[in-house]
C-alpha cells in the first residue's frame, strides 16, 4: 500500500477547473461534497495545524520536511487509529517527549522524504500495544 498524503490542496484545484458561470450556491455546495471525504490522518503534510483539525486536537510539527500532522503529548492507546504512540528520550524524564506518529510496516506506507522506522528503545519507544511498532519518520 502506498501511502500518499491526502491533503486537501486538490479542493482549491476543482475550484478552478469549475466553469465560471455556475451560481455561487452551487459551486459552495459540490465542494462541500467534495470536502466531506477530506479528512487529515497522522503524518499528513501541512503548514499549519488548522491543516490538520479545524477541532484543534492536532498540530502541524513544522520542524519536519513539508510538516507533520501529529498529536503531543500522547498517552498509551490515545492516538488515532492510524497512529501509534512514541516516546522520544524515554531514557531521561525530563527530556522524555511523546508524539501520535503514523503506524507504517515498510517504506512504501510512508509519505515521500519519510521511511519506516523503528524504535530503538535508547532514543525512542513505542508505548502502544499494536500490530506495527514502527513509524514513518525522517531518516
Known amino acids: 500500500m502506498i501511502r500518499r498524503s491526502r491533503s486537501c490542496s486538490t479542493l482549491a484545484s476543482v475550484s478552478r477547473a469549475l466553469p465560471r458561470h455556475l451560481p455561487a450556491v452551487t459551486l459552495v455546495g459540490l465542494l462541500a461534497v467534495l470536502a466531506v471525504g477530506c479528512t487529515p490522518e497522522i503524518g499528513d503534510d501541512c503548514s499549519t495545524s488548522v491543516d490538520c483539525s479545524a477541532n484543534g486536537d492536532r498540530i502541524c510539527d513544522t520542524a519536519q520536511p513539508e510538516g507533520y500532522c501529529t498529536v503531543r503529548g500522547c ?3 490515545t492516538c488515532p487509529e492510524e497512529a501509534i ?5 524515554p531514557n531521561v524524564d525530563r527530556l522524555a517527549d511523546r508524539w501520535c506518529l503514523y503506524a507504517c510496516e515498510s517504506d512504501d506506507d510512508c509519505r515521500d522524504g519519510y521511511a519506516c522506522l523503528s524504535a530503538d528503545g535508547d532514543l525512542s519507544r ?3 500495544d ?5 513509524y514513518c519518520g525522517v531518516p
Open 130 to 134: 499494536r500490530d506495527s511498532s514502527r
Open 126 to 128: 513505542v508505548l502502544d
Open 85 to 89: 504512540c512514541v516516546e522520544f528520550r
Open 75 to 77: 498517552e498509551r492507546g
